[in-house]
T-cell receptor, first 115, second 114 residues
Framework: EAQVTQNPRYLITVTGKKLTVTCSQNMNHEYMSWYRQDPGLGLRQIYYSMNVEVTDKGDVPEGYKVSRKEKRNFPLILESPSPNQTSLYFC??????????????FGPGTRLTVL | AQSVTQLGSHVSVSEGALVLLRCNYSSSVPPYLFWYVQYPNQGLQLLLKYTTGATLVKGINGFEAEFKKSETSFHLTKPSAHMSDAAEYFCAVSASGNTGKLIFGQGTTLQVKP
């Protein structure tokens, strides 16, 4: 089954404790992206990756890091989480071809709470 | 700057009634437009999309949307609501440039009353 998976689905942590949210897709997609969803704000892009070893900032990258060492994986790293990073996070992927890049498939989400 | 506005954060309809969720966008380039649905505790599922061609787009679960360039709108409709349609709906527009970014509206929660 074609899918995007994220782990963990739920996470409660404390300020300053480094964490990683994993994202994996099995569709051989070139493009992957992270969004955060906050009430009343919709989804906002954090980082994206056009292919292996190619990443760039989205609209709200502060406090986050990413890496793309393999095509299927795109982990999101919070080196020193703060309470304002409490949010619902989504990973998405799509084919990198022109015309298809915006048709994105989303993972189930990771609900993060930073105390 | 591109943006998406969804009119009404909450919409309530009776089962069997028409569903109309409004979306207006601003874009300096021909947009790709999307509607996603999010059921409780789940990820976003693509309902339908407009890229080029026919302006009336049909999606899954009986939903459709019409791209109206003159009105910069992409409203989502369904003739007859089902209880299972209760969810949050997001309209999105493709950002300019080759970043793949989608710009989302703030979402509309659809409530379906028996």
């Amino acid at each position: 089954e074609a899918q995007v998976t994220q782990n963990p689905r739920y996470l409660i942590t404390v300020t300053g404790k480094k964490l990683t949210v994993t994202c994996s897709q099995n569709m051989n997609h070139e493009y992957m992206s992270w969004y955060r969803q906050d009430p009343g704000l919709g989804l906002r892009q954090i980082y994206y990756s056009m292919n292996v070893e190619v990443t760039d900032k989205g609209d709200v990258p502060e406090g986050y890091k990413v890496s793309r060492k393999e095509k299927r994986n795109f982990p999101l790293i919070l080196e020193s989480p703060s309470p304002n990073q409490t949010s619902l996070y989504f990973c998405a992927s799509s084919s990198g071809t022109s015309g298809s890049i915006h048709t994105q498939y989303f993972g189930p989400g990771t609900r993060l709470t930073v105390l | 700057a591109q943006s998406v506005t969804q009119l009404g954060s909450h919409v309530s309809v009776s089962e069997g009634a028409l569903v109309l969720l409004r979306c207006n966008y601003s874009s300096s380039v021909p947009p790709y437009l999307f509607w996603y649905v999010q059921y409780p505790n789940q990820g976003l599922q693509l309902l339908l999309k407009y890229t080029t061609g026919a302006t009336l787009v049909k999606g899954i679960n009986g939903f459709e949307a019409e791209f109206k360039k003159s009105e910069t709108s992409f409203h989502l409709t369904k003739p007859s609501a089902h209880m299972s349609d209760a969810a949050e709906y997001f309209c999105a527009v493709s950002a300019s440039g080759n970043t793949g970014k989608l710009i989302f509206g703030q979402g509309t929660t659809l409530q379906v009353k028996p």
